[in-house]
């Protein structure tokens, strides 16, 4: 497998925002942006220390990963590298790219010794699948209650 992994650049932002939606209704998300709004949060966090990455196969952009690298949340002084999106689209899903890019991420972009920490949303059994697979365990269940106005 030709896959290549390509820091983002501010070219690949709205490709980036078109990807982040595909992924939000491949998830069954509760509220899709738009892509213009995607595009201008992704502008955002990539400011504030997130890092994305593109994964090419063949010269073709295939998904990404946007992540960043931070102190770990119980062992600071320990590194946590800690996934907000990976997406691999559809048409290449199956394969074994997925898998295999995220393995050359790790080589090239995970430093030793920390731990990726990511979350799966319960609308998502298939990522969940996905992740088990590559060796990730639950630690936990993230429990959401929404307050309506005026009650």
């Known amino acids: 497998m030709n896959i290549l992994l390509r820091p983002a650049t501010p070219d690949d932002y709205d490709l980036l925002a078109t990807?982040?939606?595909?992924?939000?209704?491949?998830?069954?998300?509760r509220d899709v942006m738009s892509v213009p709004d995607l595009a201008e949060r992704m502008r955002r966090w990539?400011?504030?220390?997130?890092?994305a990455l593109l994964v090419l196969m063949n010269k073709v952009v295939i998904g990404y990963i946007l992540y960043q690298q931070r102190p770990d949340s119980t062992h600071t002084d320990q590194l946590e590298v800690y996934v907000r999106h990976y997406f691999i689209r559809s048409v290449f899903r199956g394969k074994g790219l997925g898998a295999a890019a995220f393995e050359r991420i790790q080589t090239e972009y995970v430093p030793a010794g920390a731990t990726i920490v990511l979350d799966v949303?319960?609308?998502?059994?298939?990522?969940?699948?996905?992740?088990?697979?590559?060796?990730?365990?639950?630690?936990?269940?993230?429990?959401?209650?929404?307050?309506?106005?005026?009650s």
């Open 19 to 29: 990807m982040n939606r595909e992924l939000m209704m491949d998830e069954g998300s």
């Open 46 to 51: 990539l400011k504030q220390g997130w890092s």
């Open 121 to 150: 949303l319960a609308t998502n059994p298939g990522a969940r699948r996905f992740w088990e697979k590559m060796g990730f365990q639950v630690q936990a269940d993230n429990l959401r209650l929404e307050k309506r106005m005026g």
